[in-house]
């Protein structure tokens, strides 16, 4: 059984790791959420060229949605990893 205070330790670099992968997930989130919404207009000069839309309405209606969903699976895989790196990871 391992001492508390390792225990303590290991706890607090997981909960660092995890904290700075939460902030940069949130850091993207808002990006895409918010700072692509802000550029619409000038986006809206530069058109796709298979799907001839402006990249500004794309971004807004479908671009940022795709980038959300992506960014669940990578998170969920980048927390996974975090937590096998220090012991806490649920077994499958």
Same mark, same amino acid.
């Given at each position: 059984? /391992? @001492? #508390?205070?390792?225990?303590?330790?290991?706890?607090? !670099?997981?909960? !660092?790791?995890?904290?700075?992968?939460?902030?940069?997930?949130? %850091?993207?989130?808002? &990006? &895409? %959420? *918010? =700072?692509?919404?802000?550029? =619409?207009?000038?986006? $809206?000069?530069?058109?796709?060229?298979?799907? $001839?839309? /402006?990249?500004? &309405?794309? +971004?807004?209606?479908? %671009? #940022?949605?795709?980038?959300?969903?992506? +960014?669940? *699976? =990578? *998170? !969920?895989?980048?927390? @996974?990893?975090? @937590?096998?790196?220090? %012991?806490? !990871?649920?077994? @499958?």
């Amino acid at each position: 059984m /391992p @001492d #508390s205070a390792s225990m303590k330790e290991r706890e607090e !670099a997981h909960w !660092a790791k995890t904290s700075r992968l939460m902030f940069t997930h949130l %850091g993207v989130w808002f &990006f &895409f %959420g *918010f =700072v692509i919404h802000m550029f =619409v207009v000038p986006l $809206n000069k530069i058109t796709i060229p298979i799907l $001839n839309f /402006p990249l500004g &309405f794309y +971004m807004a209606a479908q %671009g #940022s949605l795709i980038v959300f969903v992506v +960014m669940l *699976f =990578v *998170f !969920a895989k980048q927390q @996974d990893k975090i @937590d096998r790196e220090f %012991g806490f !990871a649920e077994e @499958d």
